[in-house]
């Protein structure tokens, strides 16, 4: 049974439609990790906030569990929320903001305590339940934020952008903490980010979303090598993918899928590309190459490359170089809609 | 229990919001309400314990109004206060708008505490040092004039304003001046000509927030003043408008209506930068 | 920082205002410990020094020691009252609601229009025979027509009436502040706590006034020192009357020190005021020195 579930749940804003959600439908599998992703505004919070009962929505449902729960409160439908800037209580000291949904329950006080030493056990932040949040580093008040939501032992996790506050080294430790926690505890779990990367490992599926609409909701797999439409295609990746229109199609292809043309026939056959190189970016592993297309459908285009540091020492600012693009890797959109349409012959 | 849904839960908040926003309306407006009333009943209607006092039993009249501006030193005392209102708001800021910015930017360490220092003094009521200060103004000569006033007031508007202005000073980043002595003024002249033009809403929420004070202002104004001719309108109105034992309410009421509003509505439009400066400090 | 060569500079900007106030606060002040221990009168030359013997007069005069627990009793009902209704009112004017801006001018007059103008018209609705409350409680047949209540003219209804004057006075500042503090909590907050389980009344005592204390601090410790050395609101309202029932110690040492010519009398009457400012300015630098570190 899907846990949460959404129908044509929509949020009209009076002023205007940053922020608004349109029409989506999703539907969250027991024990997931489903990442609403998207940039900023493309209502992905909206939609997140509706869920834990935050926001009212303007139409649609909001299922959990099977029930309705468009007319319930927050505390009425069994979920966790961990906030961006986590909402950690002040006043009270760590083990006061774990107990206190505990206490609004109406749980007893040594009940209570076995609870929250339980949970602060989880998250390795037993020696810190005496201190003040303002006394916490950003690493430690995540911990205790991510405490307080399980310790009710919810249906439901909503986390919006809970990794944003901490400085980047911190992030990606914190961030597979968090994946190895969900996974141990198993609860559903909807991640909001801007952040593809986050997005893409965390994820078990991702919803992508822009303007307030779902564009597509896949495995990262599949929003990766398959996606609908064209600004699936650009948002997942970094470098983006090249896109070239060419009569009523826009084709695209992976800067990872344009490498020096030997590689790129290894593949099958391939369209060749006369690529001038401006600019080279030397990153460790690999190299992004900058540069222009110089023949055929692709003249005049500017193309991105991305290839392994250690292959072709020669590709350096500057020269001509034979490129290809394998025409498996090829991916067509409408040139209008921006969907995915099918193969069309070129070259 | 009866389970409201969420729709019929909004609706009894909201009723009760607004029962309350009304009680507390009431309350803190009536008397000015009933000032409006008493400003502009027919005396024998007023005094008529028979009527409604909450209607107009006879015709509203004017008379009131101008007994209060014809017969009366009403007119004086809201000049005077006037008169003094400004001088008071120029000698404050001369003095206080220089320190403000001296104890924010350029005394470091000191600068802090100096700065509490000053708005502890504002913590020193009038009802203190009104009797050693009845003294000092004696020997200044200044007693039964205006100007007694006009030189002690600043000792209560300075402390204030350089703690309001101190807070709008903080919030101009330090990197403006820099720039500006880099291209080569004098810090003086970058305060003049950059920090001065920029501060104008926080010069101005002093002004309007010292001439208030001014007006509001009693004890000093009753022990300093004996003549009704030199009086304020805040001492003047509660206590010359009166014949022996009895009151001119009707006069008496216009008169605290023309003294209260205008004030009300200078106040309310500086109200927010405030309590900005206000604020700055106390909560993060 | 001051620049090397300009060290001149700030202490050039600030020391007239330093001075200005020094010589208006703080030698008044300190004159006023001399007055208490000296036999000065209004027109006397010279001093010469009594000791406590001021002190010693006033604290055995009735009329002092009613006066000082009437400065006590009036500051704390009606900071009390004014700390209930403050949170109340602020609570309903953080929301957005039309009308709003002349909902809070009107809230406001009480604290602006000046506290002798306010106390004038509350004499007018109290007054002994034409109060309108009065009129009101007649026809409603809850009192008699006959013996009204004189709510400035009985001990008991006249400290009422006080109280309630100061309250009203009060209420409009003490609102405002609180109504900031309510608008730096982060909105998050209220929500996570909402989500945590937190209805309307759980939130409100165990999550947001809590936050807010620092700040319903220094509204408390403001009102304490603007009430407890008021003398206006009596002065007008009743002189102190009936027979010094209503008298507090800043409006008794006005008529000691100034319509009774008695300025030594007047400043040691006056002198009690400092301990109570002095404990609550310490209150308050310790308040907003905890709020700064949070």
New interface residues.
Partial sequence: MAVVQTRGLTKLFKKGDVGAVVQVDLESREGEFLVLLGPSGSGKTTLLRMI???E?PTSGEILIGGRVVN?L???ERR???V???Y?L???LSVFGNIT??L???GMRKPDREKKAEWAAGLLGIGHLLARKP?ELSGGERQRVALA?AIV?EPALFLLDEPLSNLDAKLRASARTELEQFQRRIGTTTIYVTHDQVEAMAMGDRIVVMNRGSVRQIGTPAEVYDDPADSFVATFLGSPPMNLIESGNVTVGFRPEHFLPAAEAREKGSAIPVRFHVTNVEYLGAERILYGEAQSGLFDGQNVISRIAAHGGAALEKGTVQEFAVAERDLKFFDRESGTRTARVGIG | MIRL??RARARSGKLVHGAVLLAFSVLLGFPFYWMVITSFKRGPDLYNLKNNPFIFNQMPTLEHLRLLFEETLFLRWLGNTLFAGILVVAITLVLAVPAAYALTRLTGRWGGRIGIAIFLTYLVPPTLLFIPLSRIVALLGLQDTLWSVIVVYPSFTIPFSIWLLMGFFKSIPRELEDAAMVDGLTRFQAFLKLVVPISVSGILTVVIFSFTLVTQEFVYALTFISSAAHQTVGVGVPIYLVRGDVYYWGSLMAACLIASLPIGFGYNLFLDRFIAGFTFGSVK | MSLGRQRWLGPAMFLPAVLYVVALVGVPFVLAFLYSVGDVKVGSVGYHFVGLANFKSVLQNPTFLRALRNSFVFTISSQILVLVGANILALALKSAFPGRRFVRFLILLPWVAPVSIGAIGWKWILDSLYSVINWVLIRAHLVNEFSPPMWLGEPALAMMSVILVHTWHMLPFATVIILAGWTAI?K??P?????????FF?RLF??EL??M?PIINVAVLFGVIFTFTDMTVVYILTRGGPYDTTQVLPSLAFFAGILGSDLAEGAAISLFLVPVLAIAAWLMLRTAHRAE??
């Fill in positions: 834990a009962g935050l009212e007319d409160t927050p505390r979920i966790a929320m906030f961006q800037s909402a209580y002040p006043h206190f949904p206490k609004a329950q303002r307080r009710r | 849904g969420t | 982060p998050d907050i929500e996570a706590a909402s989500v945590d389980g937190a209805r759980r165990q999550i809590p936050m204390l570190v949070t």
